[in-house]
């Protein structure tokens, strides 16, 4: 067997055009993806003010200080169609009377307003939790500071008081942030990352080298087309040793594909990938493990190299959409589309990965992902050796 | 007996591709499957070299059963199949390296064998050179190197002369004698009549999946009781002319087709002038003359009545 895989290794480089594209198209990717994760991607939304008072445009000011968005000041019509045209994610009202809600302890008039749910519109309503609740206590603790000084029979300028007190209160929550629960989930304290760029950081590394894997797996049709399959059939070699020196050959070629990319854009592109790259690493090497068989399967179902490359993009596009390669599964509502998913190895992978780079998971966490990708490999594994079986 | 062969049976879903064939195969010679495209020869082959199971029948290789135990044939076989198989984008020395090492061999055994088959095939100086860069001939002269390597006991050569220059088909040709001079045997499928004439020690013809006559070439041609024939192409035929060719003693069969006649005769000297003589008396006027001696085509046409090529 071991003179078969060092063959096969030694013919890889009839496929380095095509693994080259796919590892450049996906360290490209890596590329736009890491520079936007650098902070030069904000997304936009709009303030409303009918309030108009000193307290909204201290709350403005607040909210503009914030550095995973960009925000501007509009009318309600201007900020209405801004939304709908899709410049802006989203719009916060602050309703008239906003004033007179923080004064008397009422429930604050506040609004978002947008055209639909996405990770962007979540994450801002959670900033927006944040800044509102630092900011109605801040105001509080300074009106409850000048209380209780004009109460001492002290001669205080009130307006002035409240404002340097709140400033001090705002300033101590600069290096105690009450909010950190809430922050880890959006990752508030890592200023410049953004979750849906991680995200399809990830999903591309894995859709692109789903590619190669596949393609290469597919060598075996070339070698029937060329005889050399029939020929290695009738020598003294096993039949699954004959098979599986295929199948760790692709596994090499697509996870070393993989680990370039991984490697590449850790050290060259600043890409997080999370505390333990390990963990990472041996998620990726699950997910090329169940799609170099899913290629084996593919390549015992079609007869000839060109039906391949017609089958494989609709297959490989279609189960990346639907593992969420694309688009977050989170924003899908269907039942029977998630329940999809969960037969892609992509889901698996790119979710646990994800939830990896975002929240440092130790192999032991990530042990139901791997299984199940592992589990995805050796059905996949089964159904390819059987089809090779009938076709032989 | 080496290789025995008995019932033997494959269809394809409603073709009968093998159709209960039974042969033997001695051990040291070459034996020769002949027979036209679709004859079922190269399903034959690749049930004995284990590449495909029979529907029904045996194979029995030195007394062991290849079709449940395909192993005890495999080491020993070398197999050249019709297409080159090999890898076009390796130079012809890693292809000759990596069947070698299939077969089990390395390190200086296989360095000698590999300078050994490539005298044999005549390719030592384009060794280092990539495959797909090769001549059709010199692929198919390396197609066969790879199947000899490990020196198999017994050789499949599946019609390894198709579509190539006269020249490596010669050198071919040589390199199967000489293969199977140091004591291999040869199993060789071909339609070329005249390559299973000048090598084969015996010869099976087949024809759609039957094995219709098996033999050396002279009991093949004994089988049909066969004479020289010559074949005349004249202006015009007529019956008097018919009678009076069938009237010479040393004629024993005539058949006519549009203007040709096929005589079956003795074919001595002093019968050509008589048999002019009488194409003189009749006043025909001879356009031309084809003398030819038996060989397996006419078996071949005698038995199916079809041409080995149709």
């Known amino acids: ?392 | 007996m080496f290789l025995e062969i008995k019932g033997l049976k494959k269809y394809f879903k409603d073709v009968k591709a093998v159709d209960g064939i039974d042969f033997n195969v001695k051990e040291g010679e070459i034996i020769g499957l002949l027979g036209p495209n679709g004859a079922g020869k190269s399903t034959t082959i690749s049930m004995i070299s284990t590449l495909i199971k029979p529907n029904s029948g045996s194979i029995y290789y030195n007394g062991e059963d290849i079709i449940k135990k395909p192993k005890a044939i495999q080491q020993d076989l070398g197999f050249v199949p019709q297409e080159v198989a090999l890898y076009p984008t390796l130079s012809g020395l890693e292809n000759l390296k990596f069947w070698g090492k299939i077969y089990g061999l390395k390190g200086n055994k296989l360095n000698q064998k590999i300078e050994e088959i490539s005298e044999i095939i005549g390719i030592t100086d384009r060794l280092k050179h990539k495959v797909e860069k090769y001549s059709g001939g010199m692929k198919r002269r390396l197609n066969i190197g790879a199947a000899l390597l490990h020196e198999p006991k017994i050789i499949i050569l599946d019609e390894p002369t198709v579509g190539i220059d006269p020249q490596s088909r010669n050198h071919i040709l040589n390199s199967v004698k000489e293969i199977n001079k140091k004591g291999s045997t040869v199993i060789y499928t071909t339609h070329y009549m005249e390559e299973a004439e000048t090598l084969c020690n015996r010869i099976c013809i087949m024809d759609r999946g039957k094995m219709i006559a098996s033999g050396t070439k002279d009991e093949l041609l004994d089988l049909i009781n066969a004479n020289d024939r010559i074949e005349l192409k004249v202006e015009k035929i007529n019956n008097s002319l018919i009678q009076e060719i069938e009237k010479l003693d040393f004629v024993s069969n005539v058949k006519t087709k549009d203007n040709n006649i096929v005589i079956e005769w003795e074919g001595k000297n002093g019968n050509y002038s008589k048999l002019m003589n009488v194409l003189a008396q009749e006043k025909n006027k001879l356009l031309s003359m084809d003398v030819k001696k038996p060989d397996l085509e006419y078996v071949f046409l005698s038995l199916t009545g079809r041409a080995l090529r149709d």
């Open chain 1, 1 to 392: 067997m071991l003179n078969m895989l060092i063959l096969k290794l030694k013919l890889l480089k009839d496929d380095k055009i095509m693994i080259i594209i796919m590892t450049v198209m996906a360290l490209v990717l890596t590329f736009v993806f890491s520079s936007s994760m650098g902070g030069t991607y904000k997304p936009s939304v709009v303030i409303v003010d009918n309030d108009n008072t000193e307290l909204s445009e201290v709350l403005i000011k607040e909210m503009k200080n914030n550095n995973l968005f960009s925000s501007s000041v509009e009318s309600y019509d201007d900020a209405k169609s801004l939304i709908e045209e899709g410049k802006v994610i989203g719009g916060v009202l602050i309703k008239k009377g906003f004033s007179e809600s923080i004064e008397n302890k009422e429930d604050m008039n506040i609004s978002i307003f947008k055209v639909k749910d996405s990770m962007e519109i979540y994450q801002l309503e959670n900033i927006l939790k944040g800044i509102l609740y630092k900011f109605s206590t801040s105001y509080n603790t300074a009106k409850m500071t000048a209380d209780f000084i004009e109460d001492r029979g002290i001669s205080i300028n009130r307006e002035q008081e409240i404002k340097d007190v709140y400033e001090l209160s705002a300033d101590y929550w600069k290096y105690k942030n009450p909010m950190k629960i809430s922050s880890q989930v959006i990752d508030v304290t890592n200023e410049g990352s953004y979750d849906e760029i991680i995200h399809n950081l990830i999903g591309f590394t894995l859709f692109f080298s789903t590619f190669t894997i596949v393609f290469v797996g597919g060598d075996i049709l070339q070698e029937k087309k060329q005889n050399t399959w029939q020929r290695k059939l009738i020598s003294p070699v096993s039949k699954v040793s004959i098979m599986m020196s295929f199948i760790i050959a692709t596994f090499i070629a697509g996870f070393a594909q993989t680990l370039i990319i991984v490697l590449i854009g850790n050290y060259m592109f600043g890409v997080d990938w999370g505390p333990d790259i390990m963990v990472v690493l041996i998620l990726f090497a699950a997910f090329v493990f169940a799609v170099t068989c899913m290629g084996f399967t593919i390549a015992g179902i079609v007869k000839t190299h060109e039906q391949l490359s017609s089958i494989v993009p609709i297959i490989l596009v279609s189960s990346a959409m639907l593992g969420g390669c694309m688009w977050p599964l989170e924003i899908i509502t269907s039942k029977p589309l998630l329940f999809l998913a969960n037969l892609t190895p992509h889901k698996w992978a790119l979710q646990t990965i994800k939830r990896t780079a975002a929240f440092g998971l130790d192999v032991k966490q990530v042990l139901t992902a791997t299984g199940v990708l592992i589990f995805m490999g050796i059905i996949y594994l089964l159904a390819g050796l059987k089809l090779a079986q009938r076709n032989n």
